[in-house]
């Protein structure tokens, strides 16, 4: 029998099958670009382009694509076929060096935010060699980054891996400062854990929200949700279990490191993490992850929701992006080590990610910004749409006793001379969970954990890379020129602690009350996409973010257009659905019980002329108020989604959006809901909650 290790990988042209099939000159050239960056040339990109086509060919690859992250938040491909006709009628299969380093797709239709004048429809695919090439449907893929004619990034991937280089540069200015010279580089490295719903295919066939949206527009409570906490960690029922066998092995032969599975706390709700790996391997992965979670539910029957909210009344999904910086020679940055020295080294770097957290909330909130996550964020299931940081007691206690030149009552009473020297050792689990904070120290690594389960974890992390690089920057600036290092390392960690403690809470971040005290502490609250995406153009922002060389200011303009269209388009489709829905589906299935009702109200009087008939008339009256008030608030959402069409800009639509379409919708829901609490089983449009969620 074939065990995991045999095929693990084995639809990957990893390092194994490099060294295996490249000469020596080419392997250690290939190796330097994908260490350190070093430029490619010409006759090495041939031999690994000819070297891929013949591994791809033999394991049944026919095609070849330029496999993209475009604005669209999902991963983009275009096959073409390696056959090359030769001269006695037969084909070859061929591949180029050229091929490989470049692809020039039409862009044109690809969400570009103004960037790409249509003359100018080209766009251009550039091979990524640090992740590497991959065999999917017979067509070998090529992880590459895409962007303009122009050379403006329009995908997710550019900015990303911008990012890295920006935290690597600084990262290495302060290492050298702790006497570090072996360090060649600082990577950050991500593991997100994934969640997701599983649905009847059957079942999810019948609902137009769902195919349409992706989420429930309509449903009632059903008797049982997830009150009895029994499904977390419950026995996995045999057909999940089947798919998450079959998930996988189609993962792993891609080699992705799937590790833990387990049943979430709403029915139906599952999570898959994998090992962590750097983060634009990480993100590539889970771009692959989602996309095959999908597939391979269809195979068994069943739909795999990614929705950050798929259902009202029950938990939604996230994703939980736990992140740290590790050098090359395998330092975590995030590990307190043990000694006063390394102590100093792990502060100063935690000290930049509580600046950086605090500096860039609306960045950080901002990146996790869409229709469907604002729906999850701040309702009880995850955190709110406040930022905040979680460190633990302990570690709290050290930079309380730093800020405040008082002794740390851990062990030995002692003053902190650099503000370091009793800094207690961390083992990972002494750092108390937290369940409710968005942004989580746990223990060498932070969680940040307001992913939406549908979104590029890409967003995220190049804000908080480019966040973080912007601390390290500063203190860069000012270590370097110091007289005394020491002294002055005391002195901006004491600064930052100060300066930034306002966004460090232990406390429930699902409490009404810690939102109020939030609002004290100054902390940005924004609850709605509308109202965050703006601020990624805000001076302080957008100068960051340019300085560093992780975007352009036109290509800051050209995300904030596409990612506020994004969230209008999908509200818009969402109304549409609901008024589709009511109009097609449930107003009819409403007339059709009452019909039935009045017909029984007359075969009953024709039998006892007496009959009262009160279940029956009282329901029809109920139905009817309902049914009109439906119609009415119909026709009002209607209205409000042509409105949002006047020719204003994108920010104002989004307003309307917020203010005027959203909210119909969920009146016209709530009307929706309590009737089909009323209507018969039988007569009902399409399947309930407790089909959906029960129903696997
Ligand atoms: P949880 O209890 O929150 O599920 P786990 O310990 O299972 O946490 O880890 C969750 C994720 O964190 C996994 O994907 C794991 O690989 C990842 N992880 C562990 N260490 C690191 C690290 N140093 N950097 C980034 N991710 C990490
Ligand atoms: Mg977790």
């Known amino acids: 029998m074939q065990t995991v290790s045999d095929y693990f990988s084995s639809m990957v042209f990893d390092d194994r099958v490099m060294r295996s099939m490249l000469s020596a000159d080419v392997y250690n050239s290939l190796r330097k670009t994908i260490d350190e960056g070093a430029t490619l040339d010409l006759s090495v990109a041939n031999a690994v382009a000819t070297a891929m086509k013949d591994w791809a060919v033999q394991k049944g690859a026919t095609h070849y694509t330029h496999w993209f992250q475009p604005l669209t938040g999902i991963t983009a491909e275009k096959h073409d076929g390696f056959i090359s006709p030769a001269p006695d009628g037969r084909v070859i299969m061929e591949f180029s060096g050229k091929e490989l380093i470049k692809g020039e797709p039409d862009a044109s239709s690809f969400p570009s935010g103004g960037l790409r004048a249509t003359f100018e429809a080209r766009g251009y695919t550039a091979w990524d060699p640090t992740s590497y090439a991959f065999i999917k449907d017979k067509t070998l893929c090529i992880p590459t980054a895409f962007c303009s004619y122009g050379g403006e990034a329009l995908d997710k991937k550019t900015p990303l891996l911008r990012s890295m280089e920006a935290l690597n540069k600084q990262a290495l200015r302060i290492l050298k400062l702790f006497g570090n010279d072996t360090a060649k580089c600082v990577k950050t490295s991500v593991g997100p854990e994934q969640e997701y719903f599983l649905v009847d295919k059957k079942l999810y066939d019948q609902r137009p929200d769902l195919i349409y949206t992706g989420r429930t527009l309509f449903g009632a409570k059903p008797p049982k949700g997830q009150e009895m906490d029994d499904h977390y960690f419950g026995v996995i029922k045999p057909r999940v279990l089947d798919f998450m066998h079959d998930l996988n092995d189609e993962l792993w032969k891609l080699g992705i490191l799937a590790k833990t599975q387990h049943n979430e706390v709403a029915p139906a709700q599952h999570e898959l993490a994998p090992i962590y790996s750097t983060t634009n391997i990480a993100t590539d992965q889970n771009q692959l992850t989602m996309e095959i979670m999908q597939k391979v539910a269809k195979r068994h029957d069943l739909v795999c929701l990614l929705h950050e909210k798929p259902f009202a009344g029950v938990n939604g999904s996230g994703k939980h992006n736990n992140w740290s910086m590790t050098t090359d020679t395998g330092v975590n940055l995030l590990t307190p080590g043990e000694t006063p020295y390394e102590n100093a080294q792990f502060l100063i770097f935690l000290c930049a990610v509580i ?71 961390f083992v990972k689990d002494t750092t108390d969970r937290n369940r409710t904070s968005p942004f989580a120290f746990t223990g060498n690594k932070f969680e940040f954990r307001m992913l939406g389960s549908s979104n590029s974890i890409a967003c995220a992390n190049m804000m908080l890379n480019a966040a973080v690089a912007e601390s390290l920057k500063q203190y860069a600036d000012k270590l370097e020129g110091a007289a005394d290092f020491k002294t002055k390392l005391q002195e901006v960690i004491k600064k930052t602690i100060k300066d930034h403690k306002r966004i460090i809470f232990n406390g429930n971040g699902y409490d009404d009350e810690w939102i109020a005290e939030a609002e004290r502490r100054g902390l940005s609250n924004y609850k709605t996409t509308a109202d965050c995406m703006p601020h990624l153009l805000d001076k302080k922002n957008a100068d960051m973010l340019i300085s560093h060389g992780i975007f352009t200011k036109e290509e800051l303009e050209s995300r904030c257009e596409i990612m506020l269209e994004n969230y209008c388009k999908t509200v818009i489709i969402e109304a549409n659905t609901m008024t589709d829905m009511v109009k097609k589906q449930i107003l009819p299935a409403i007339s059709k019980y009452v019909d039935k009702l009045c017909d029984t109200v007359i075969k009953k009087k024709s039998v006892s002329q007496n009959a009262e008939c009160m279940f029956e008339t009282k329901t029809v009256s109920k139905l009817s108020t309902l049914s009109d008030a439906m119609f009415d608030m119909t026709g009002e959402l209607e209205g409000e989604v042509i409105k949002t069409k006047d020719g204003s800009d994108v920010i104002a639509e989004s307003a309307k959006i917020r203010d005027s379409v959203l909210p119909l919708m969920t009146r016209l829901r709530l009307l929706a809901d309590e009737a089909e609490t009323v209507c018969s089983k039988e007569c009902w449009p399409f399947p309930t909650y407790g089909e959906l969620l029960f129903g696997v």
């Open 355 to 425: 600046k950086a957290v605090d500096d860039y909330q609306d960045l950080l909130r901002l990146s996790v910004a869409t229709a469907g996550n604002d729906h999850r964020l701040g309702a009880n299931e995850a955190p709110p749409a406040v930022i905040s940081m979680f460190l633990g007691e302990e570690l709290s206690a050290v930079l309380e006793a730093i800020e405040t030149d008082k002794p740390y009552s851990a062990k030995e009473k002692k003053q902190m001379k650099l503000g370091v020297d009793v800094l207690p050792k």
